[in-house]
């Protein structure tokens, strides 16, 4: 009997249990079950101390960290009060066109960018109009975390997976655009259709709400400009922000991780921005930070045990011919990357597929998309399944008002699925309708 396995599927089982069950401290879960998981380890001889550095995704970590604090700065110009402003204009006060807004603007920042900066640069400026209109914040910011994930499917830089697939196969910037982008434009449609209707009552009763606010004084009455409080830190801060964003379009062709940059812009800006280096920590979230430390750790250390390799490919080898396997391959990616995170579930499939690939003799890239889509969607059924929907839960929490992970899986789930549904109309067409489409 391998007791090894047995404790880490055990350590696993339980520190999720108590994540979805909301009675303790998620971050507290996650840093419980990593030493958890690293004691054992040691006794059953599955993992080592050293492995923890190399366990911890330290990419992510960076990246979060540095944008946080170009963000935290960023709130001291009153730029996303400005923002928020332009966008109750542009709305109109209509509680589904600013859901509408939000969400696109965060699918094409995600495109560009990675989605876990698009959630934090995005989610204050909606904070701030739902505050002022009223309006219930959460489904803004659940659409927002999802829309980063759709939108960071269909660009190489956009979403973690991408990126380990990317190196894995060999594929570019547009491979992935002329690949995945079409894709990523009929999900989000039919998102945004299939959230009009689930979300009917909602949006109705938060129109309501917003036309009894119009008759006082409310943000549509505001002028952006006028919420400017610091001209010359806004500029600086821009700039900087600017060289973030070329320095994450670049990353192919310098080789900076995105943590390298963002942490580079961050302390370039501190420099130039003259603000109090105690107080701008202070706006870090480092409960989120070690939540993830704590969950990479976790999730580490069942994949030493060769668990989820394992089970993939028991699932792939039901697969008989390239259309299935690439079916096999979306479904087990979406339900796998709800359960895990999708980074770690990402970097245990490569092998998999790699091993299909030569089993079935193919040679296009089908499977590596089939992995893209549903790593990238299926990490919208739960706000674990990915960087970004954690980061949203966390600034929900930090707003008064949390995203539980009960309410995040009555709507995610539906959303996972239509995209998942599409994902699989995607590959229907490649195979039966354009062959040559690869």
Known sequence: M????????????LTYALIISERIDRST???????????????????????????????????????????????????????????????????YYMIVLFSVLTAIGSMTIDNVTTVLLVAPVSLRICDDLGVDAKPVLLMEATFANIGGVGTLVGDPPNIIIGSAAGLTYVNFLYNLLPVVLLSMVLTLIAFRYY????????????????????????EPREQVKNWGLLYRSLGVLVLVTVGFALQGITGLEPATVALAGASLLL???????????????????????????????IAKTG???????????????????????????????????????????????????????LHGNELWWALAMGAGFGGNATYIGSSATVVAVKISERHGDPITFRYWLRYGTVIMLVTVFTGILDLTVRFFVLPNFA
């Open 271 to 301: 420099l130039i921005a003259n603000q109090d280096m105690e107080e701008m920590v202070s706006r870090v979230e480092w409960t989120t930070l070690l939540f993830f430390a704590g969950l990479f750790v976790v999730v580490d250390g």
């Open 307 to 361: 668990v989820l390799t394992a089970v993939a490919k028991a699932i792939a080898s039901l697969s008989t011919s390239h259309y299935s396997a690439s079916i096999v391959v979306l479904l087990l990616s979406a339900v796998g990357s709800g359960i895990v995170d999708n980074i770690p579930f990402t970097a245990a499939m490569i092998p998999v597929i790699n091993s299909m690939n030569s089993q079935l003799g």
């Open 2 to 13: 391998d007791y090894g396995l047995i404790a880490a599927v055990t350590v696993f089982i």
């Open 199 to 222: 979300l009917s009552d909602k949006i109705e009763e938060a129109n309501e709400t917003i036309q009894q606010r119009t008759t006082e004084n409310s943000i549509l009455d505001h």
């Open 29 to 95: 879960v996650a840093m419980a079950g990593a030493a958890a998981m690293v004691l054992l380890g040691i006794i059953f001889d599955y993992f080592s101390q050293e492995e923890v550095i190399t366990a911890i995704d330290w990419n992510t970590i960076g990246l979060l960290l540095g944008m946080m604090l170009i963000v935290g700065i960023l709130e001291e110009t009153g730029l996303f009060e400005a923002l928020a402003v332009y966008a109750a204009k542009v709305s109109r006060g209509n509680y």
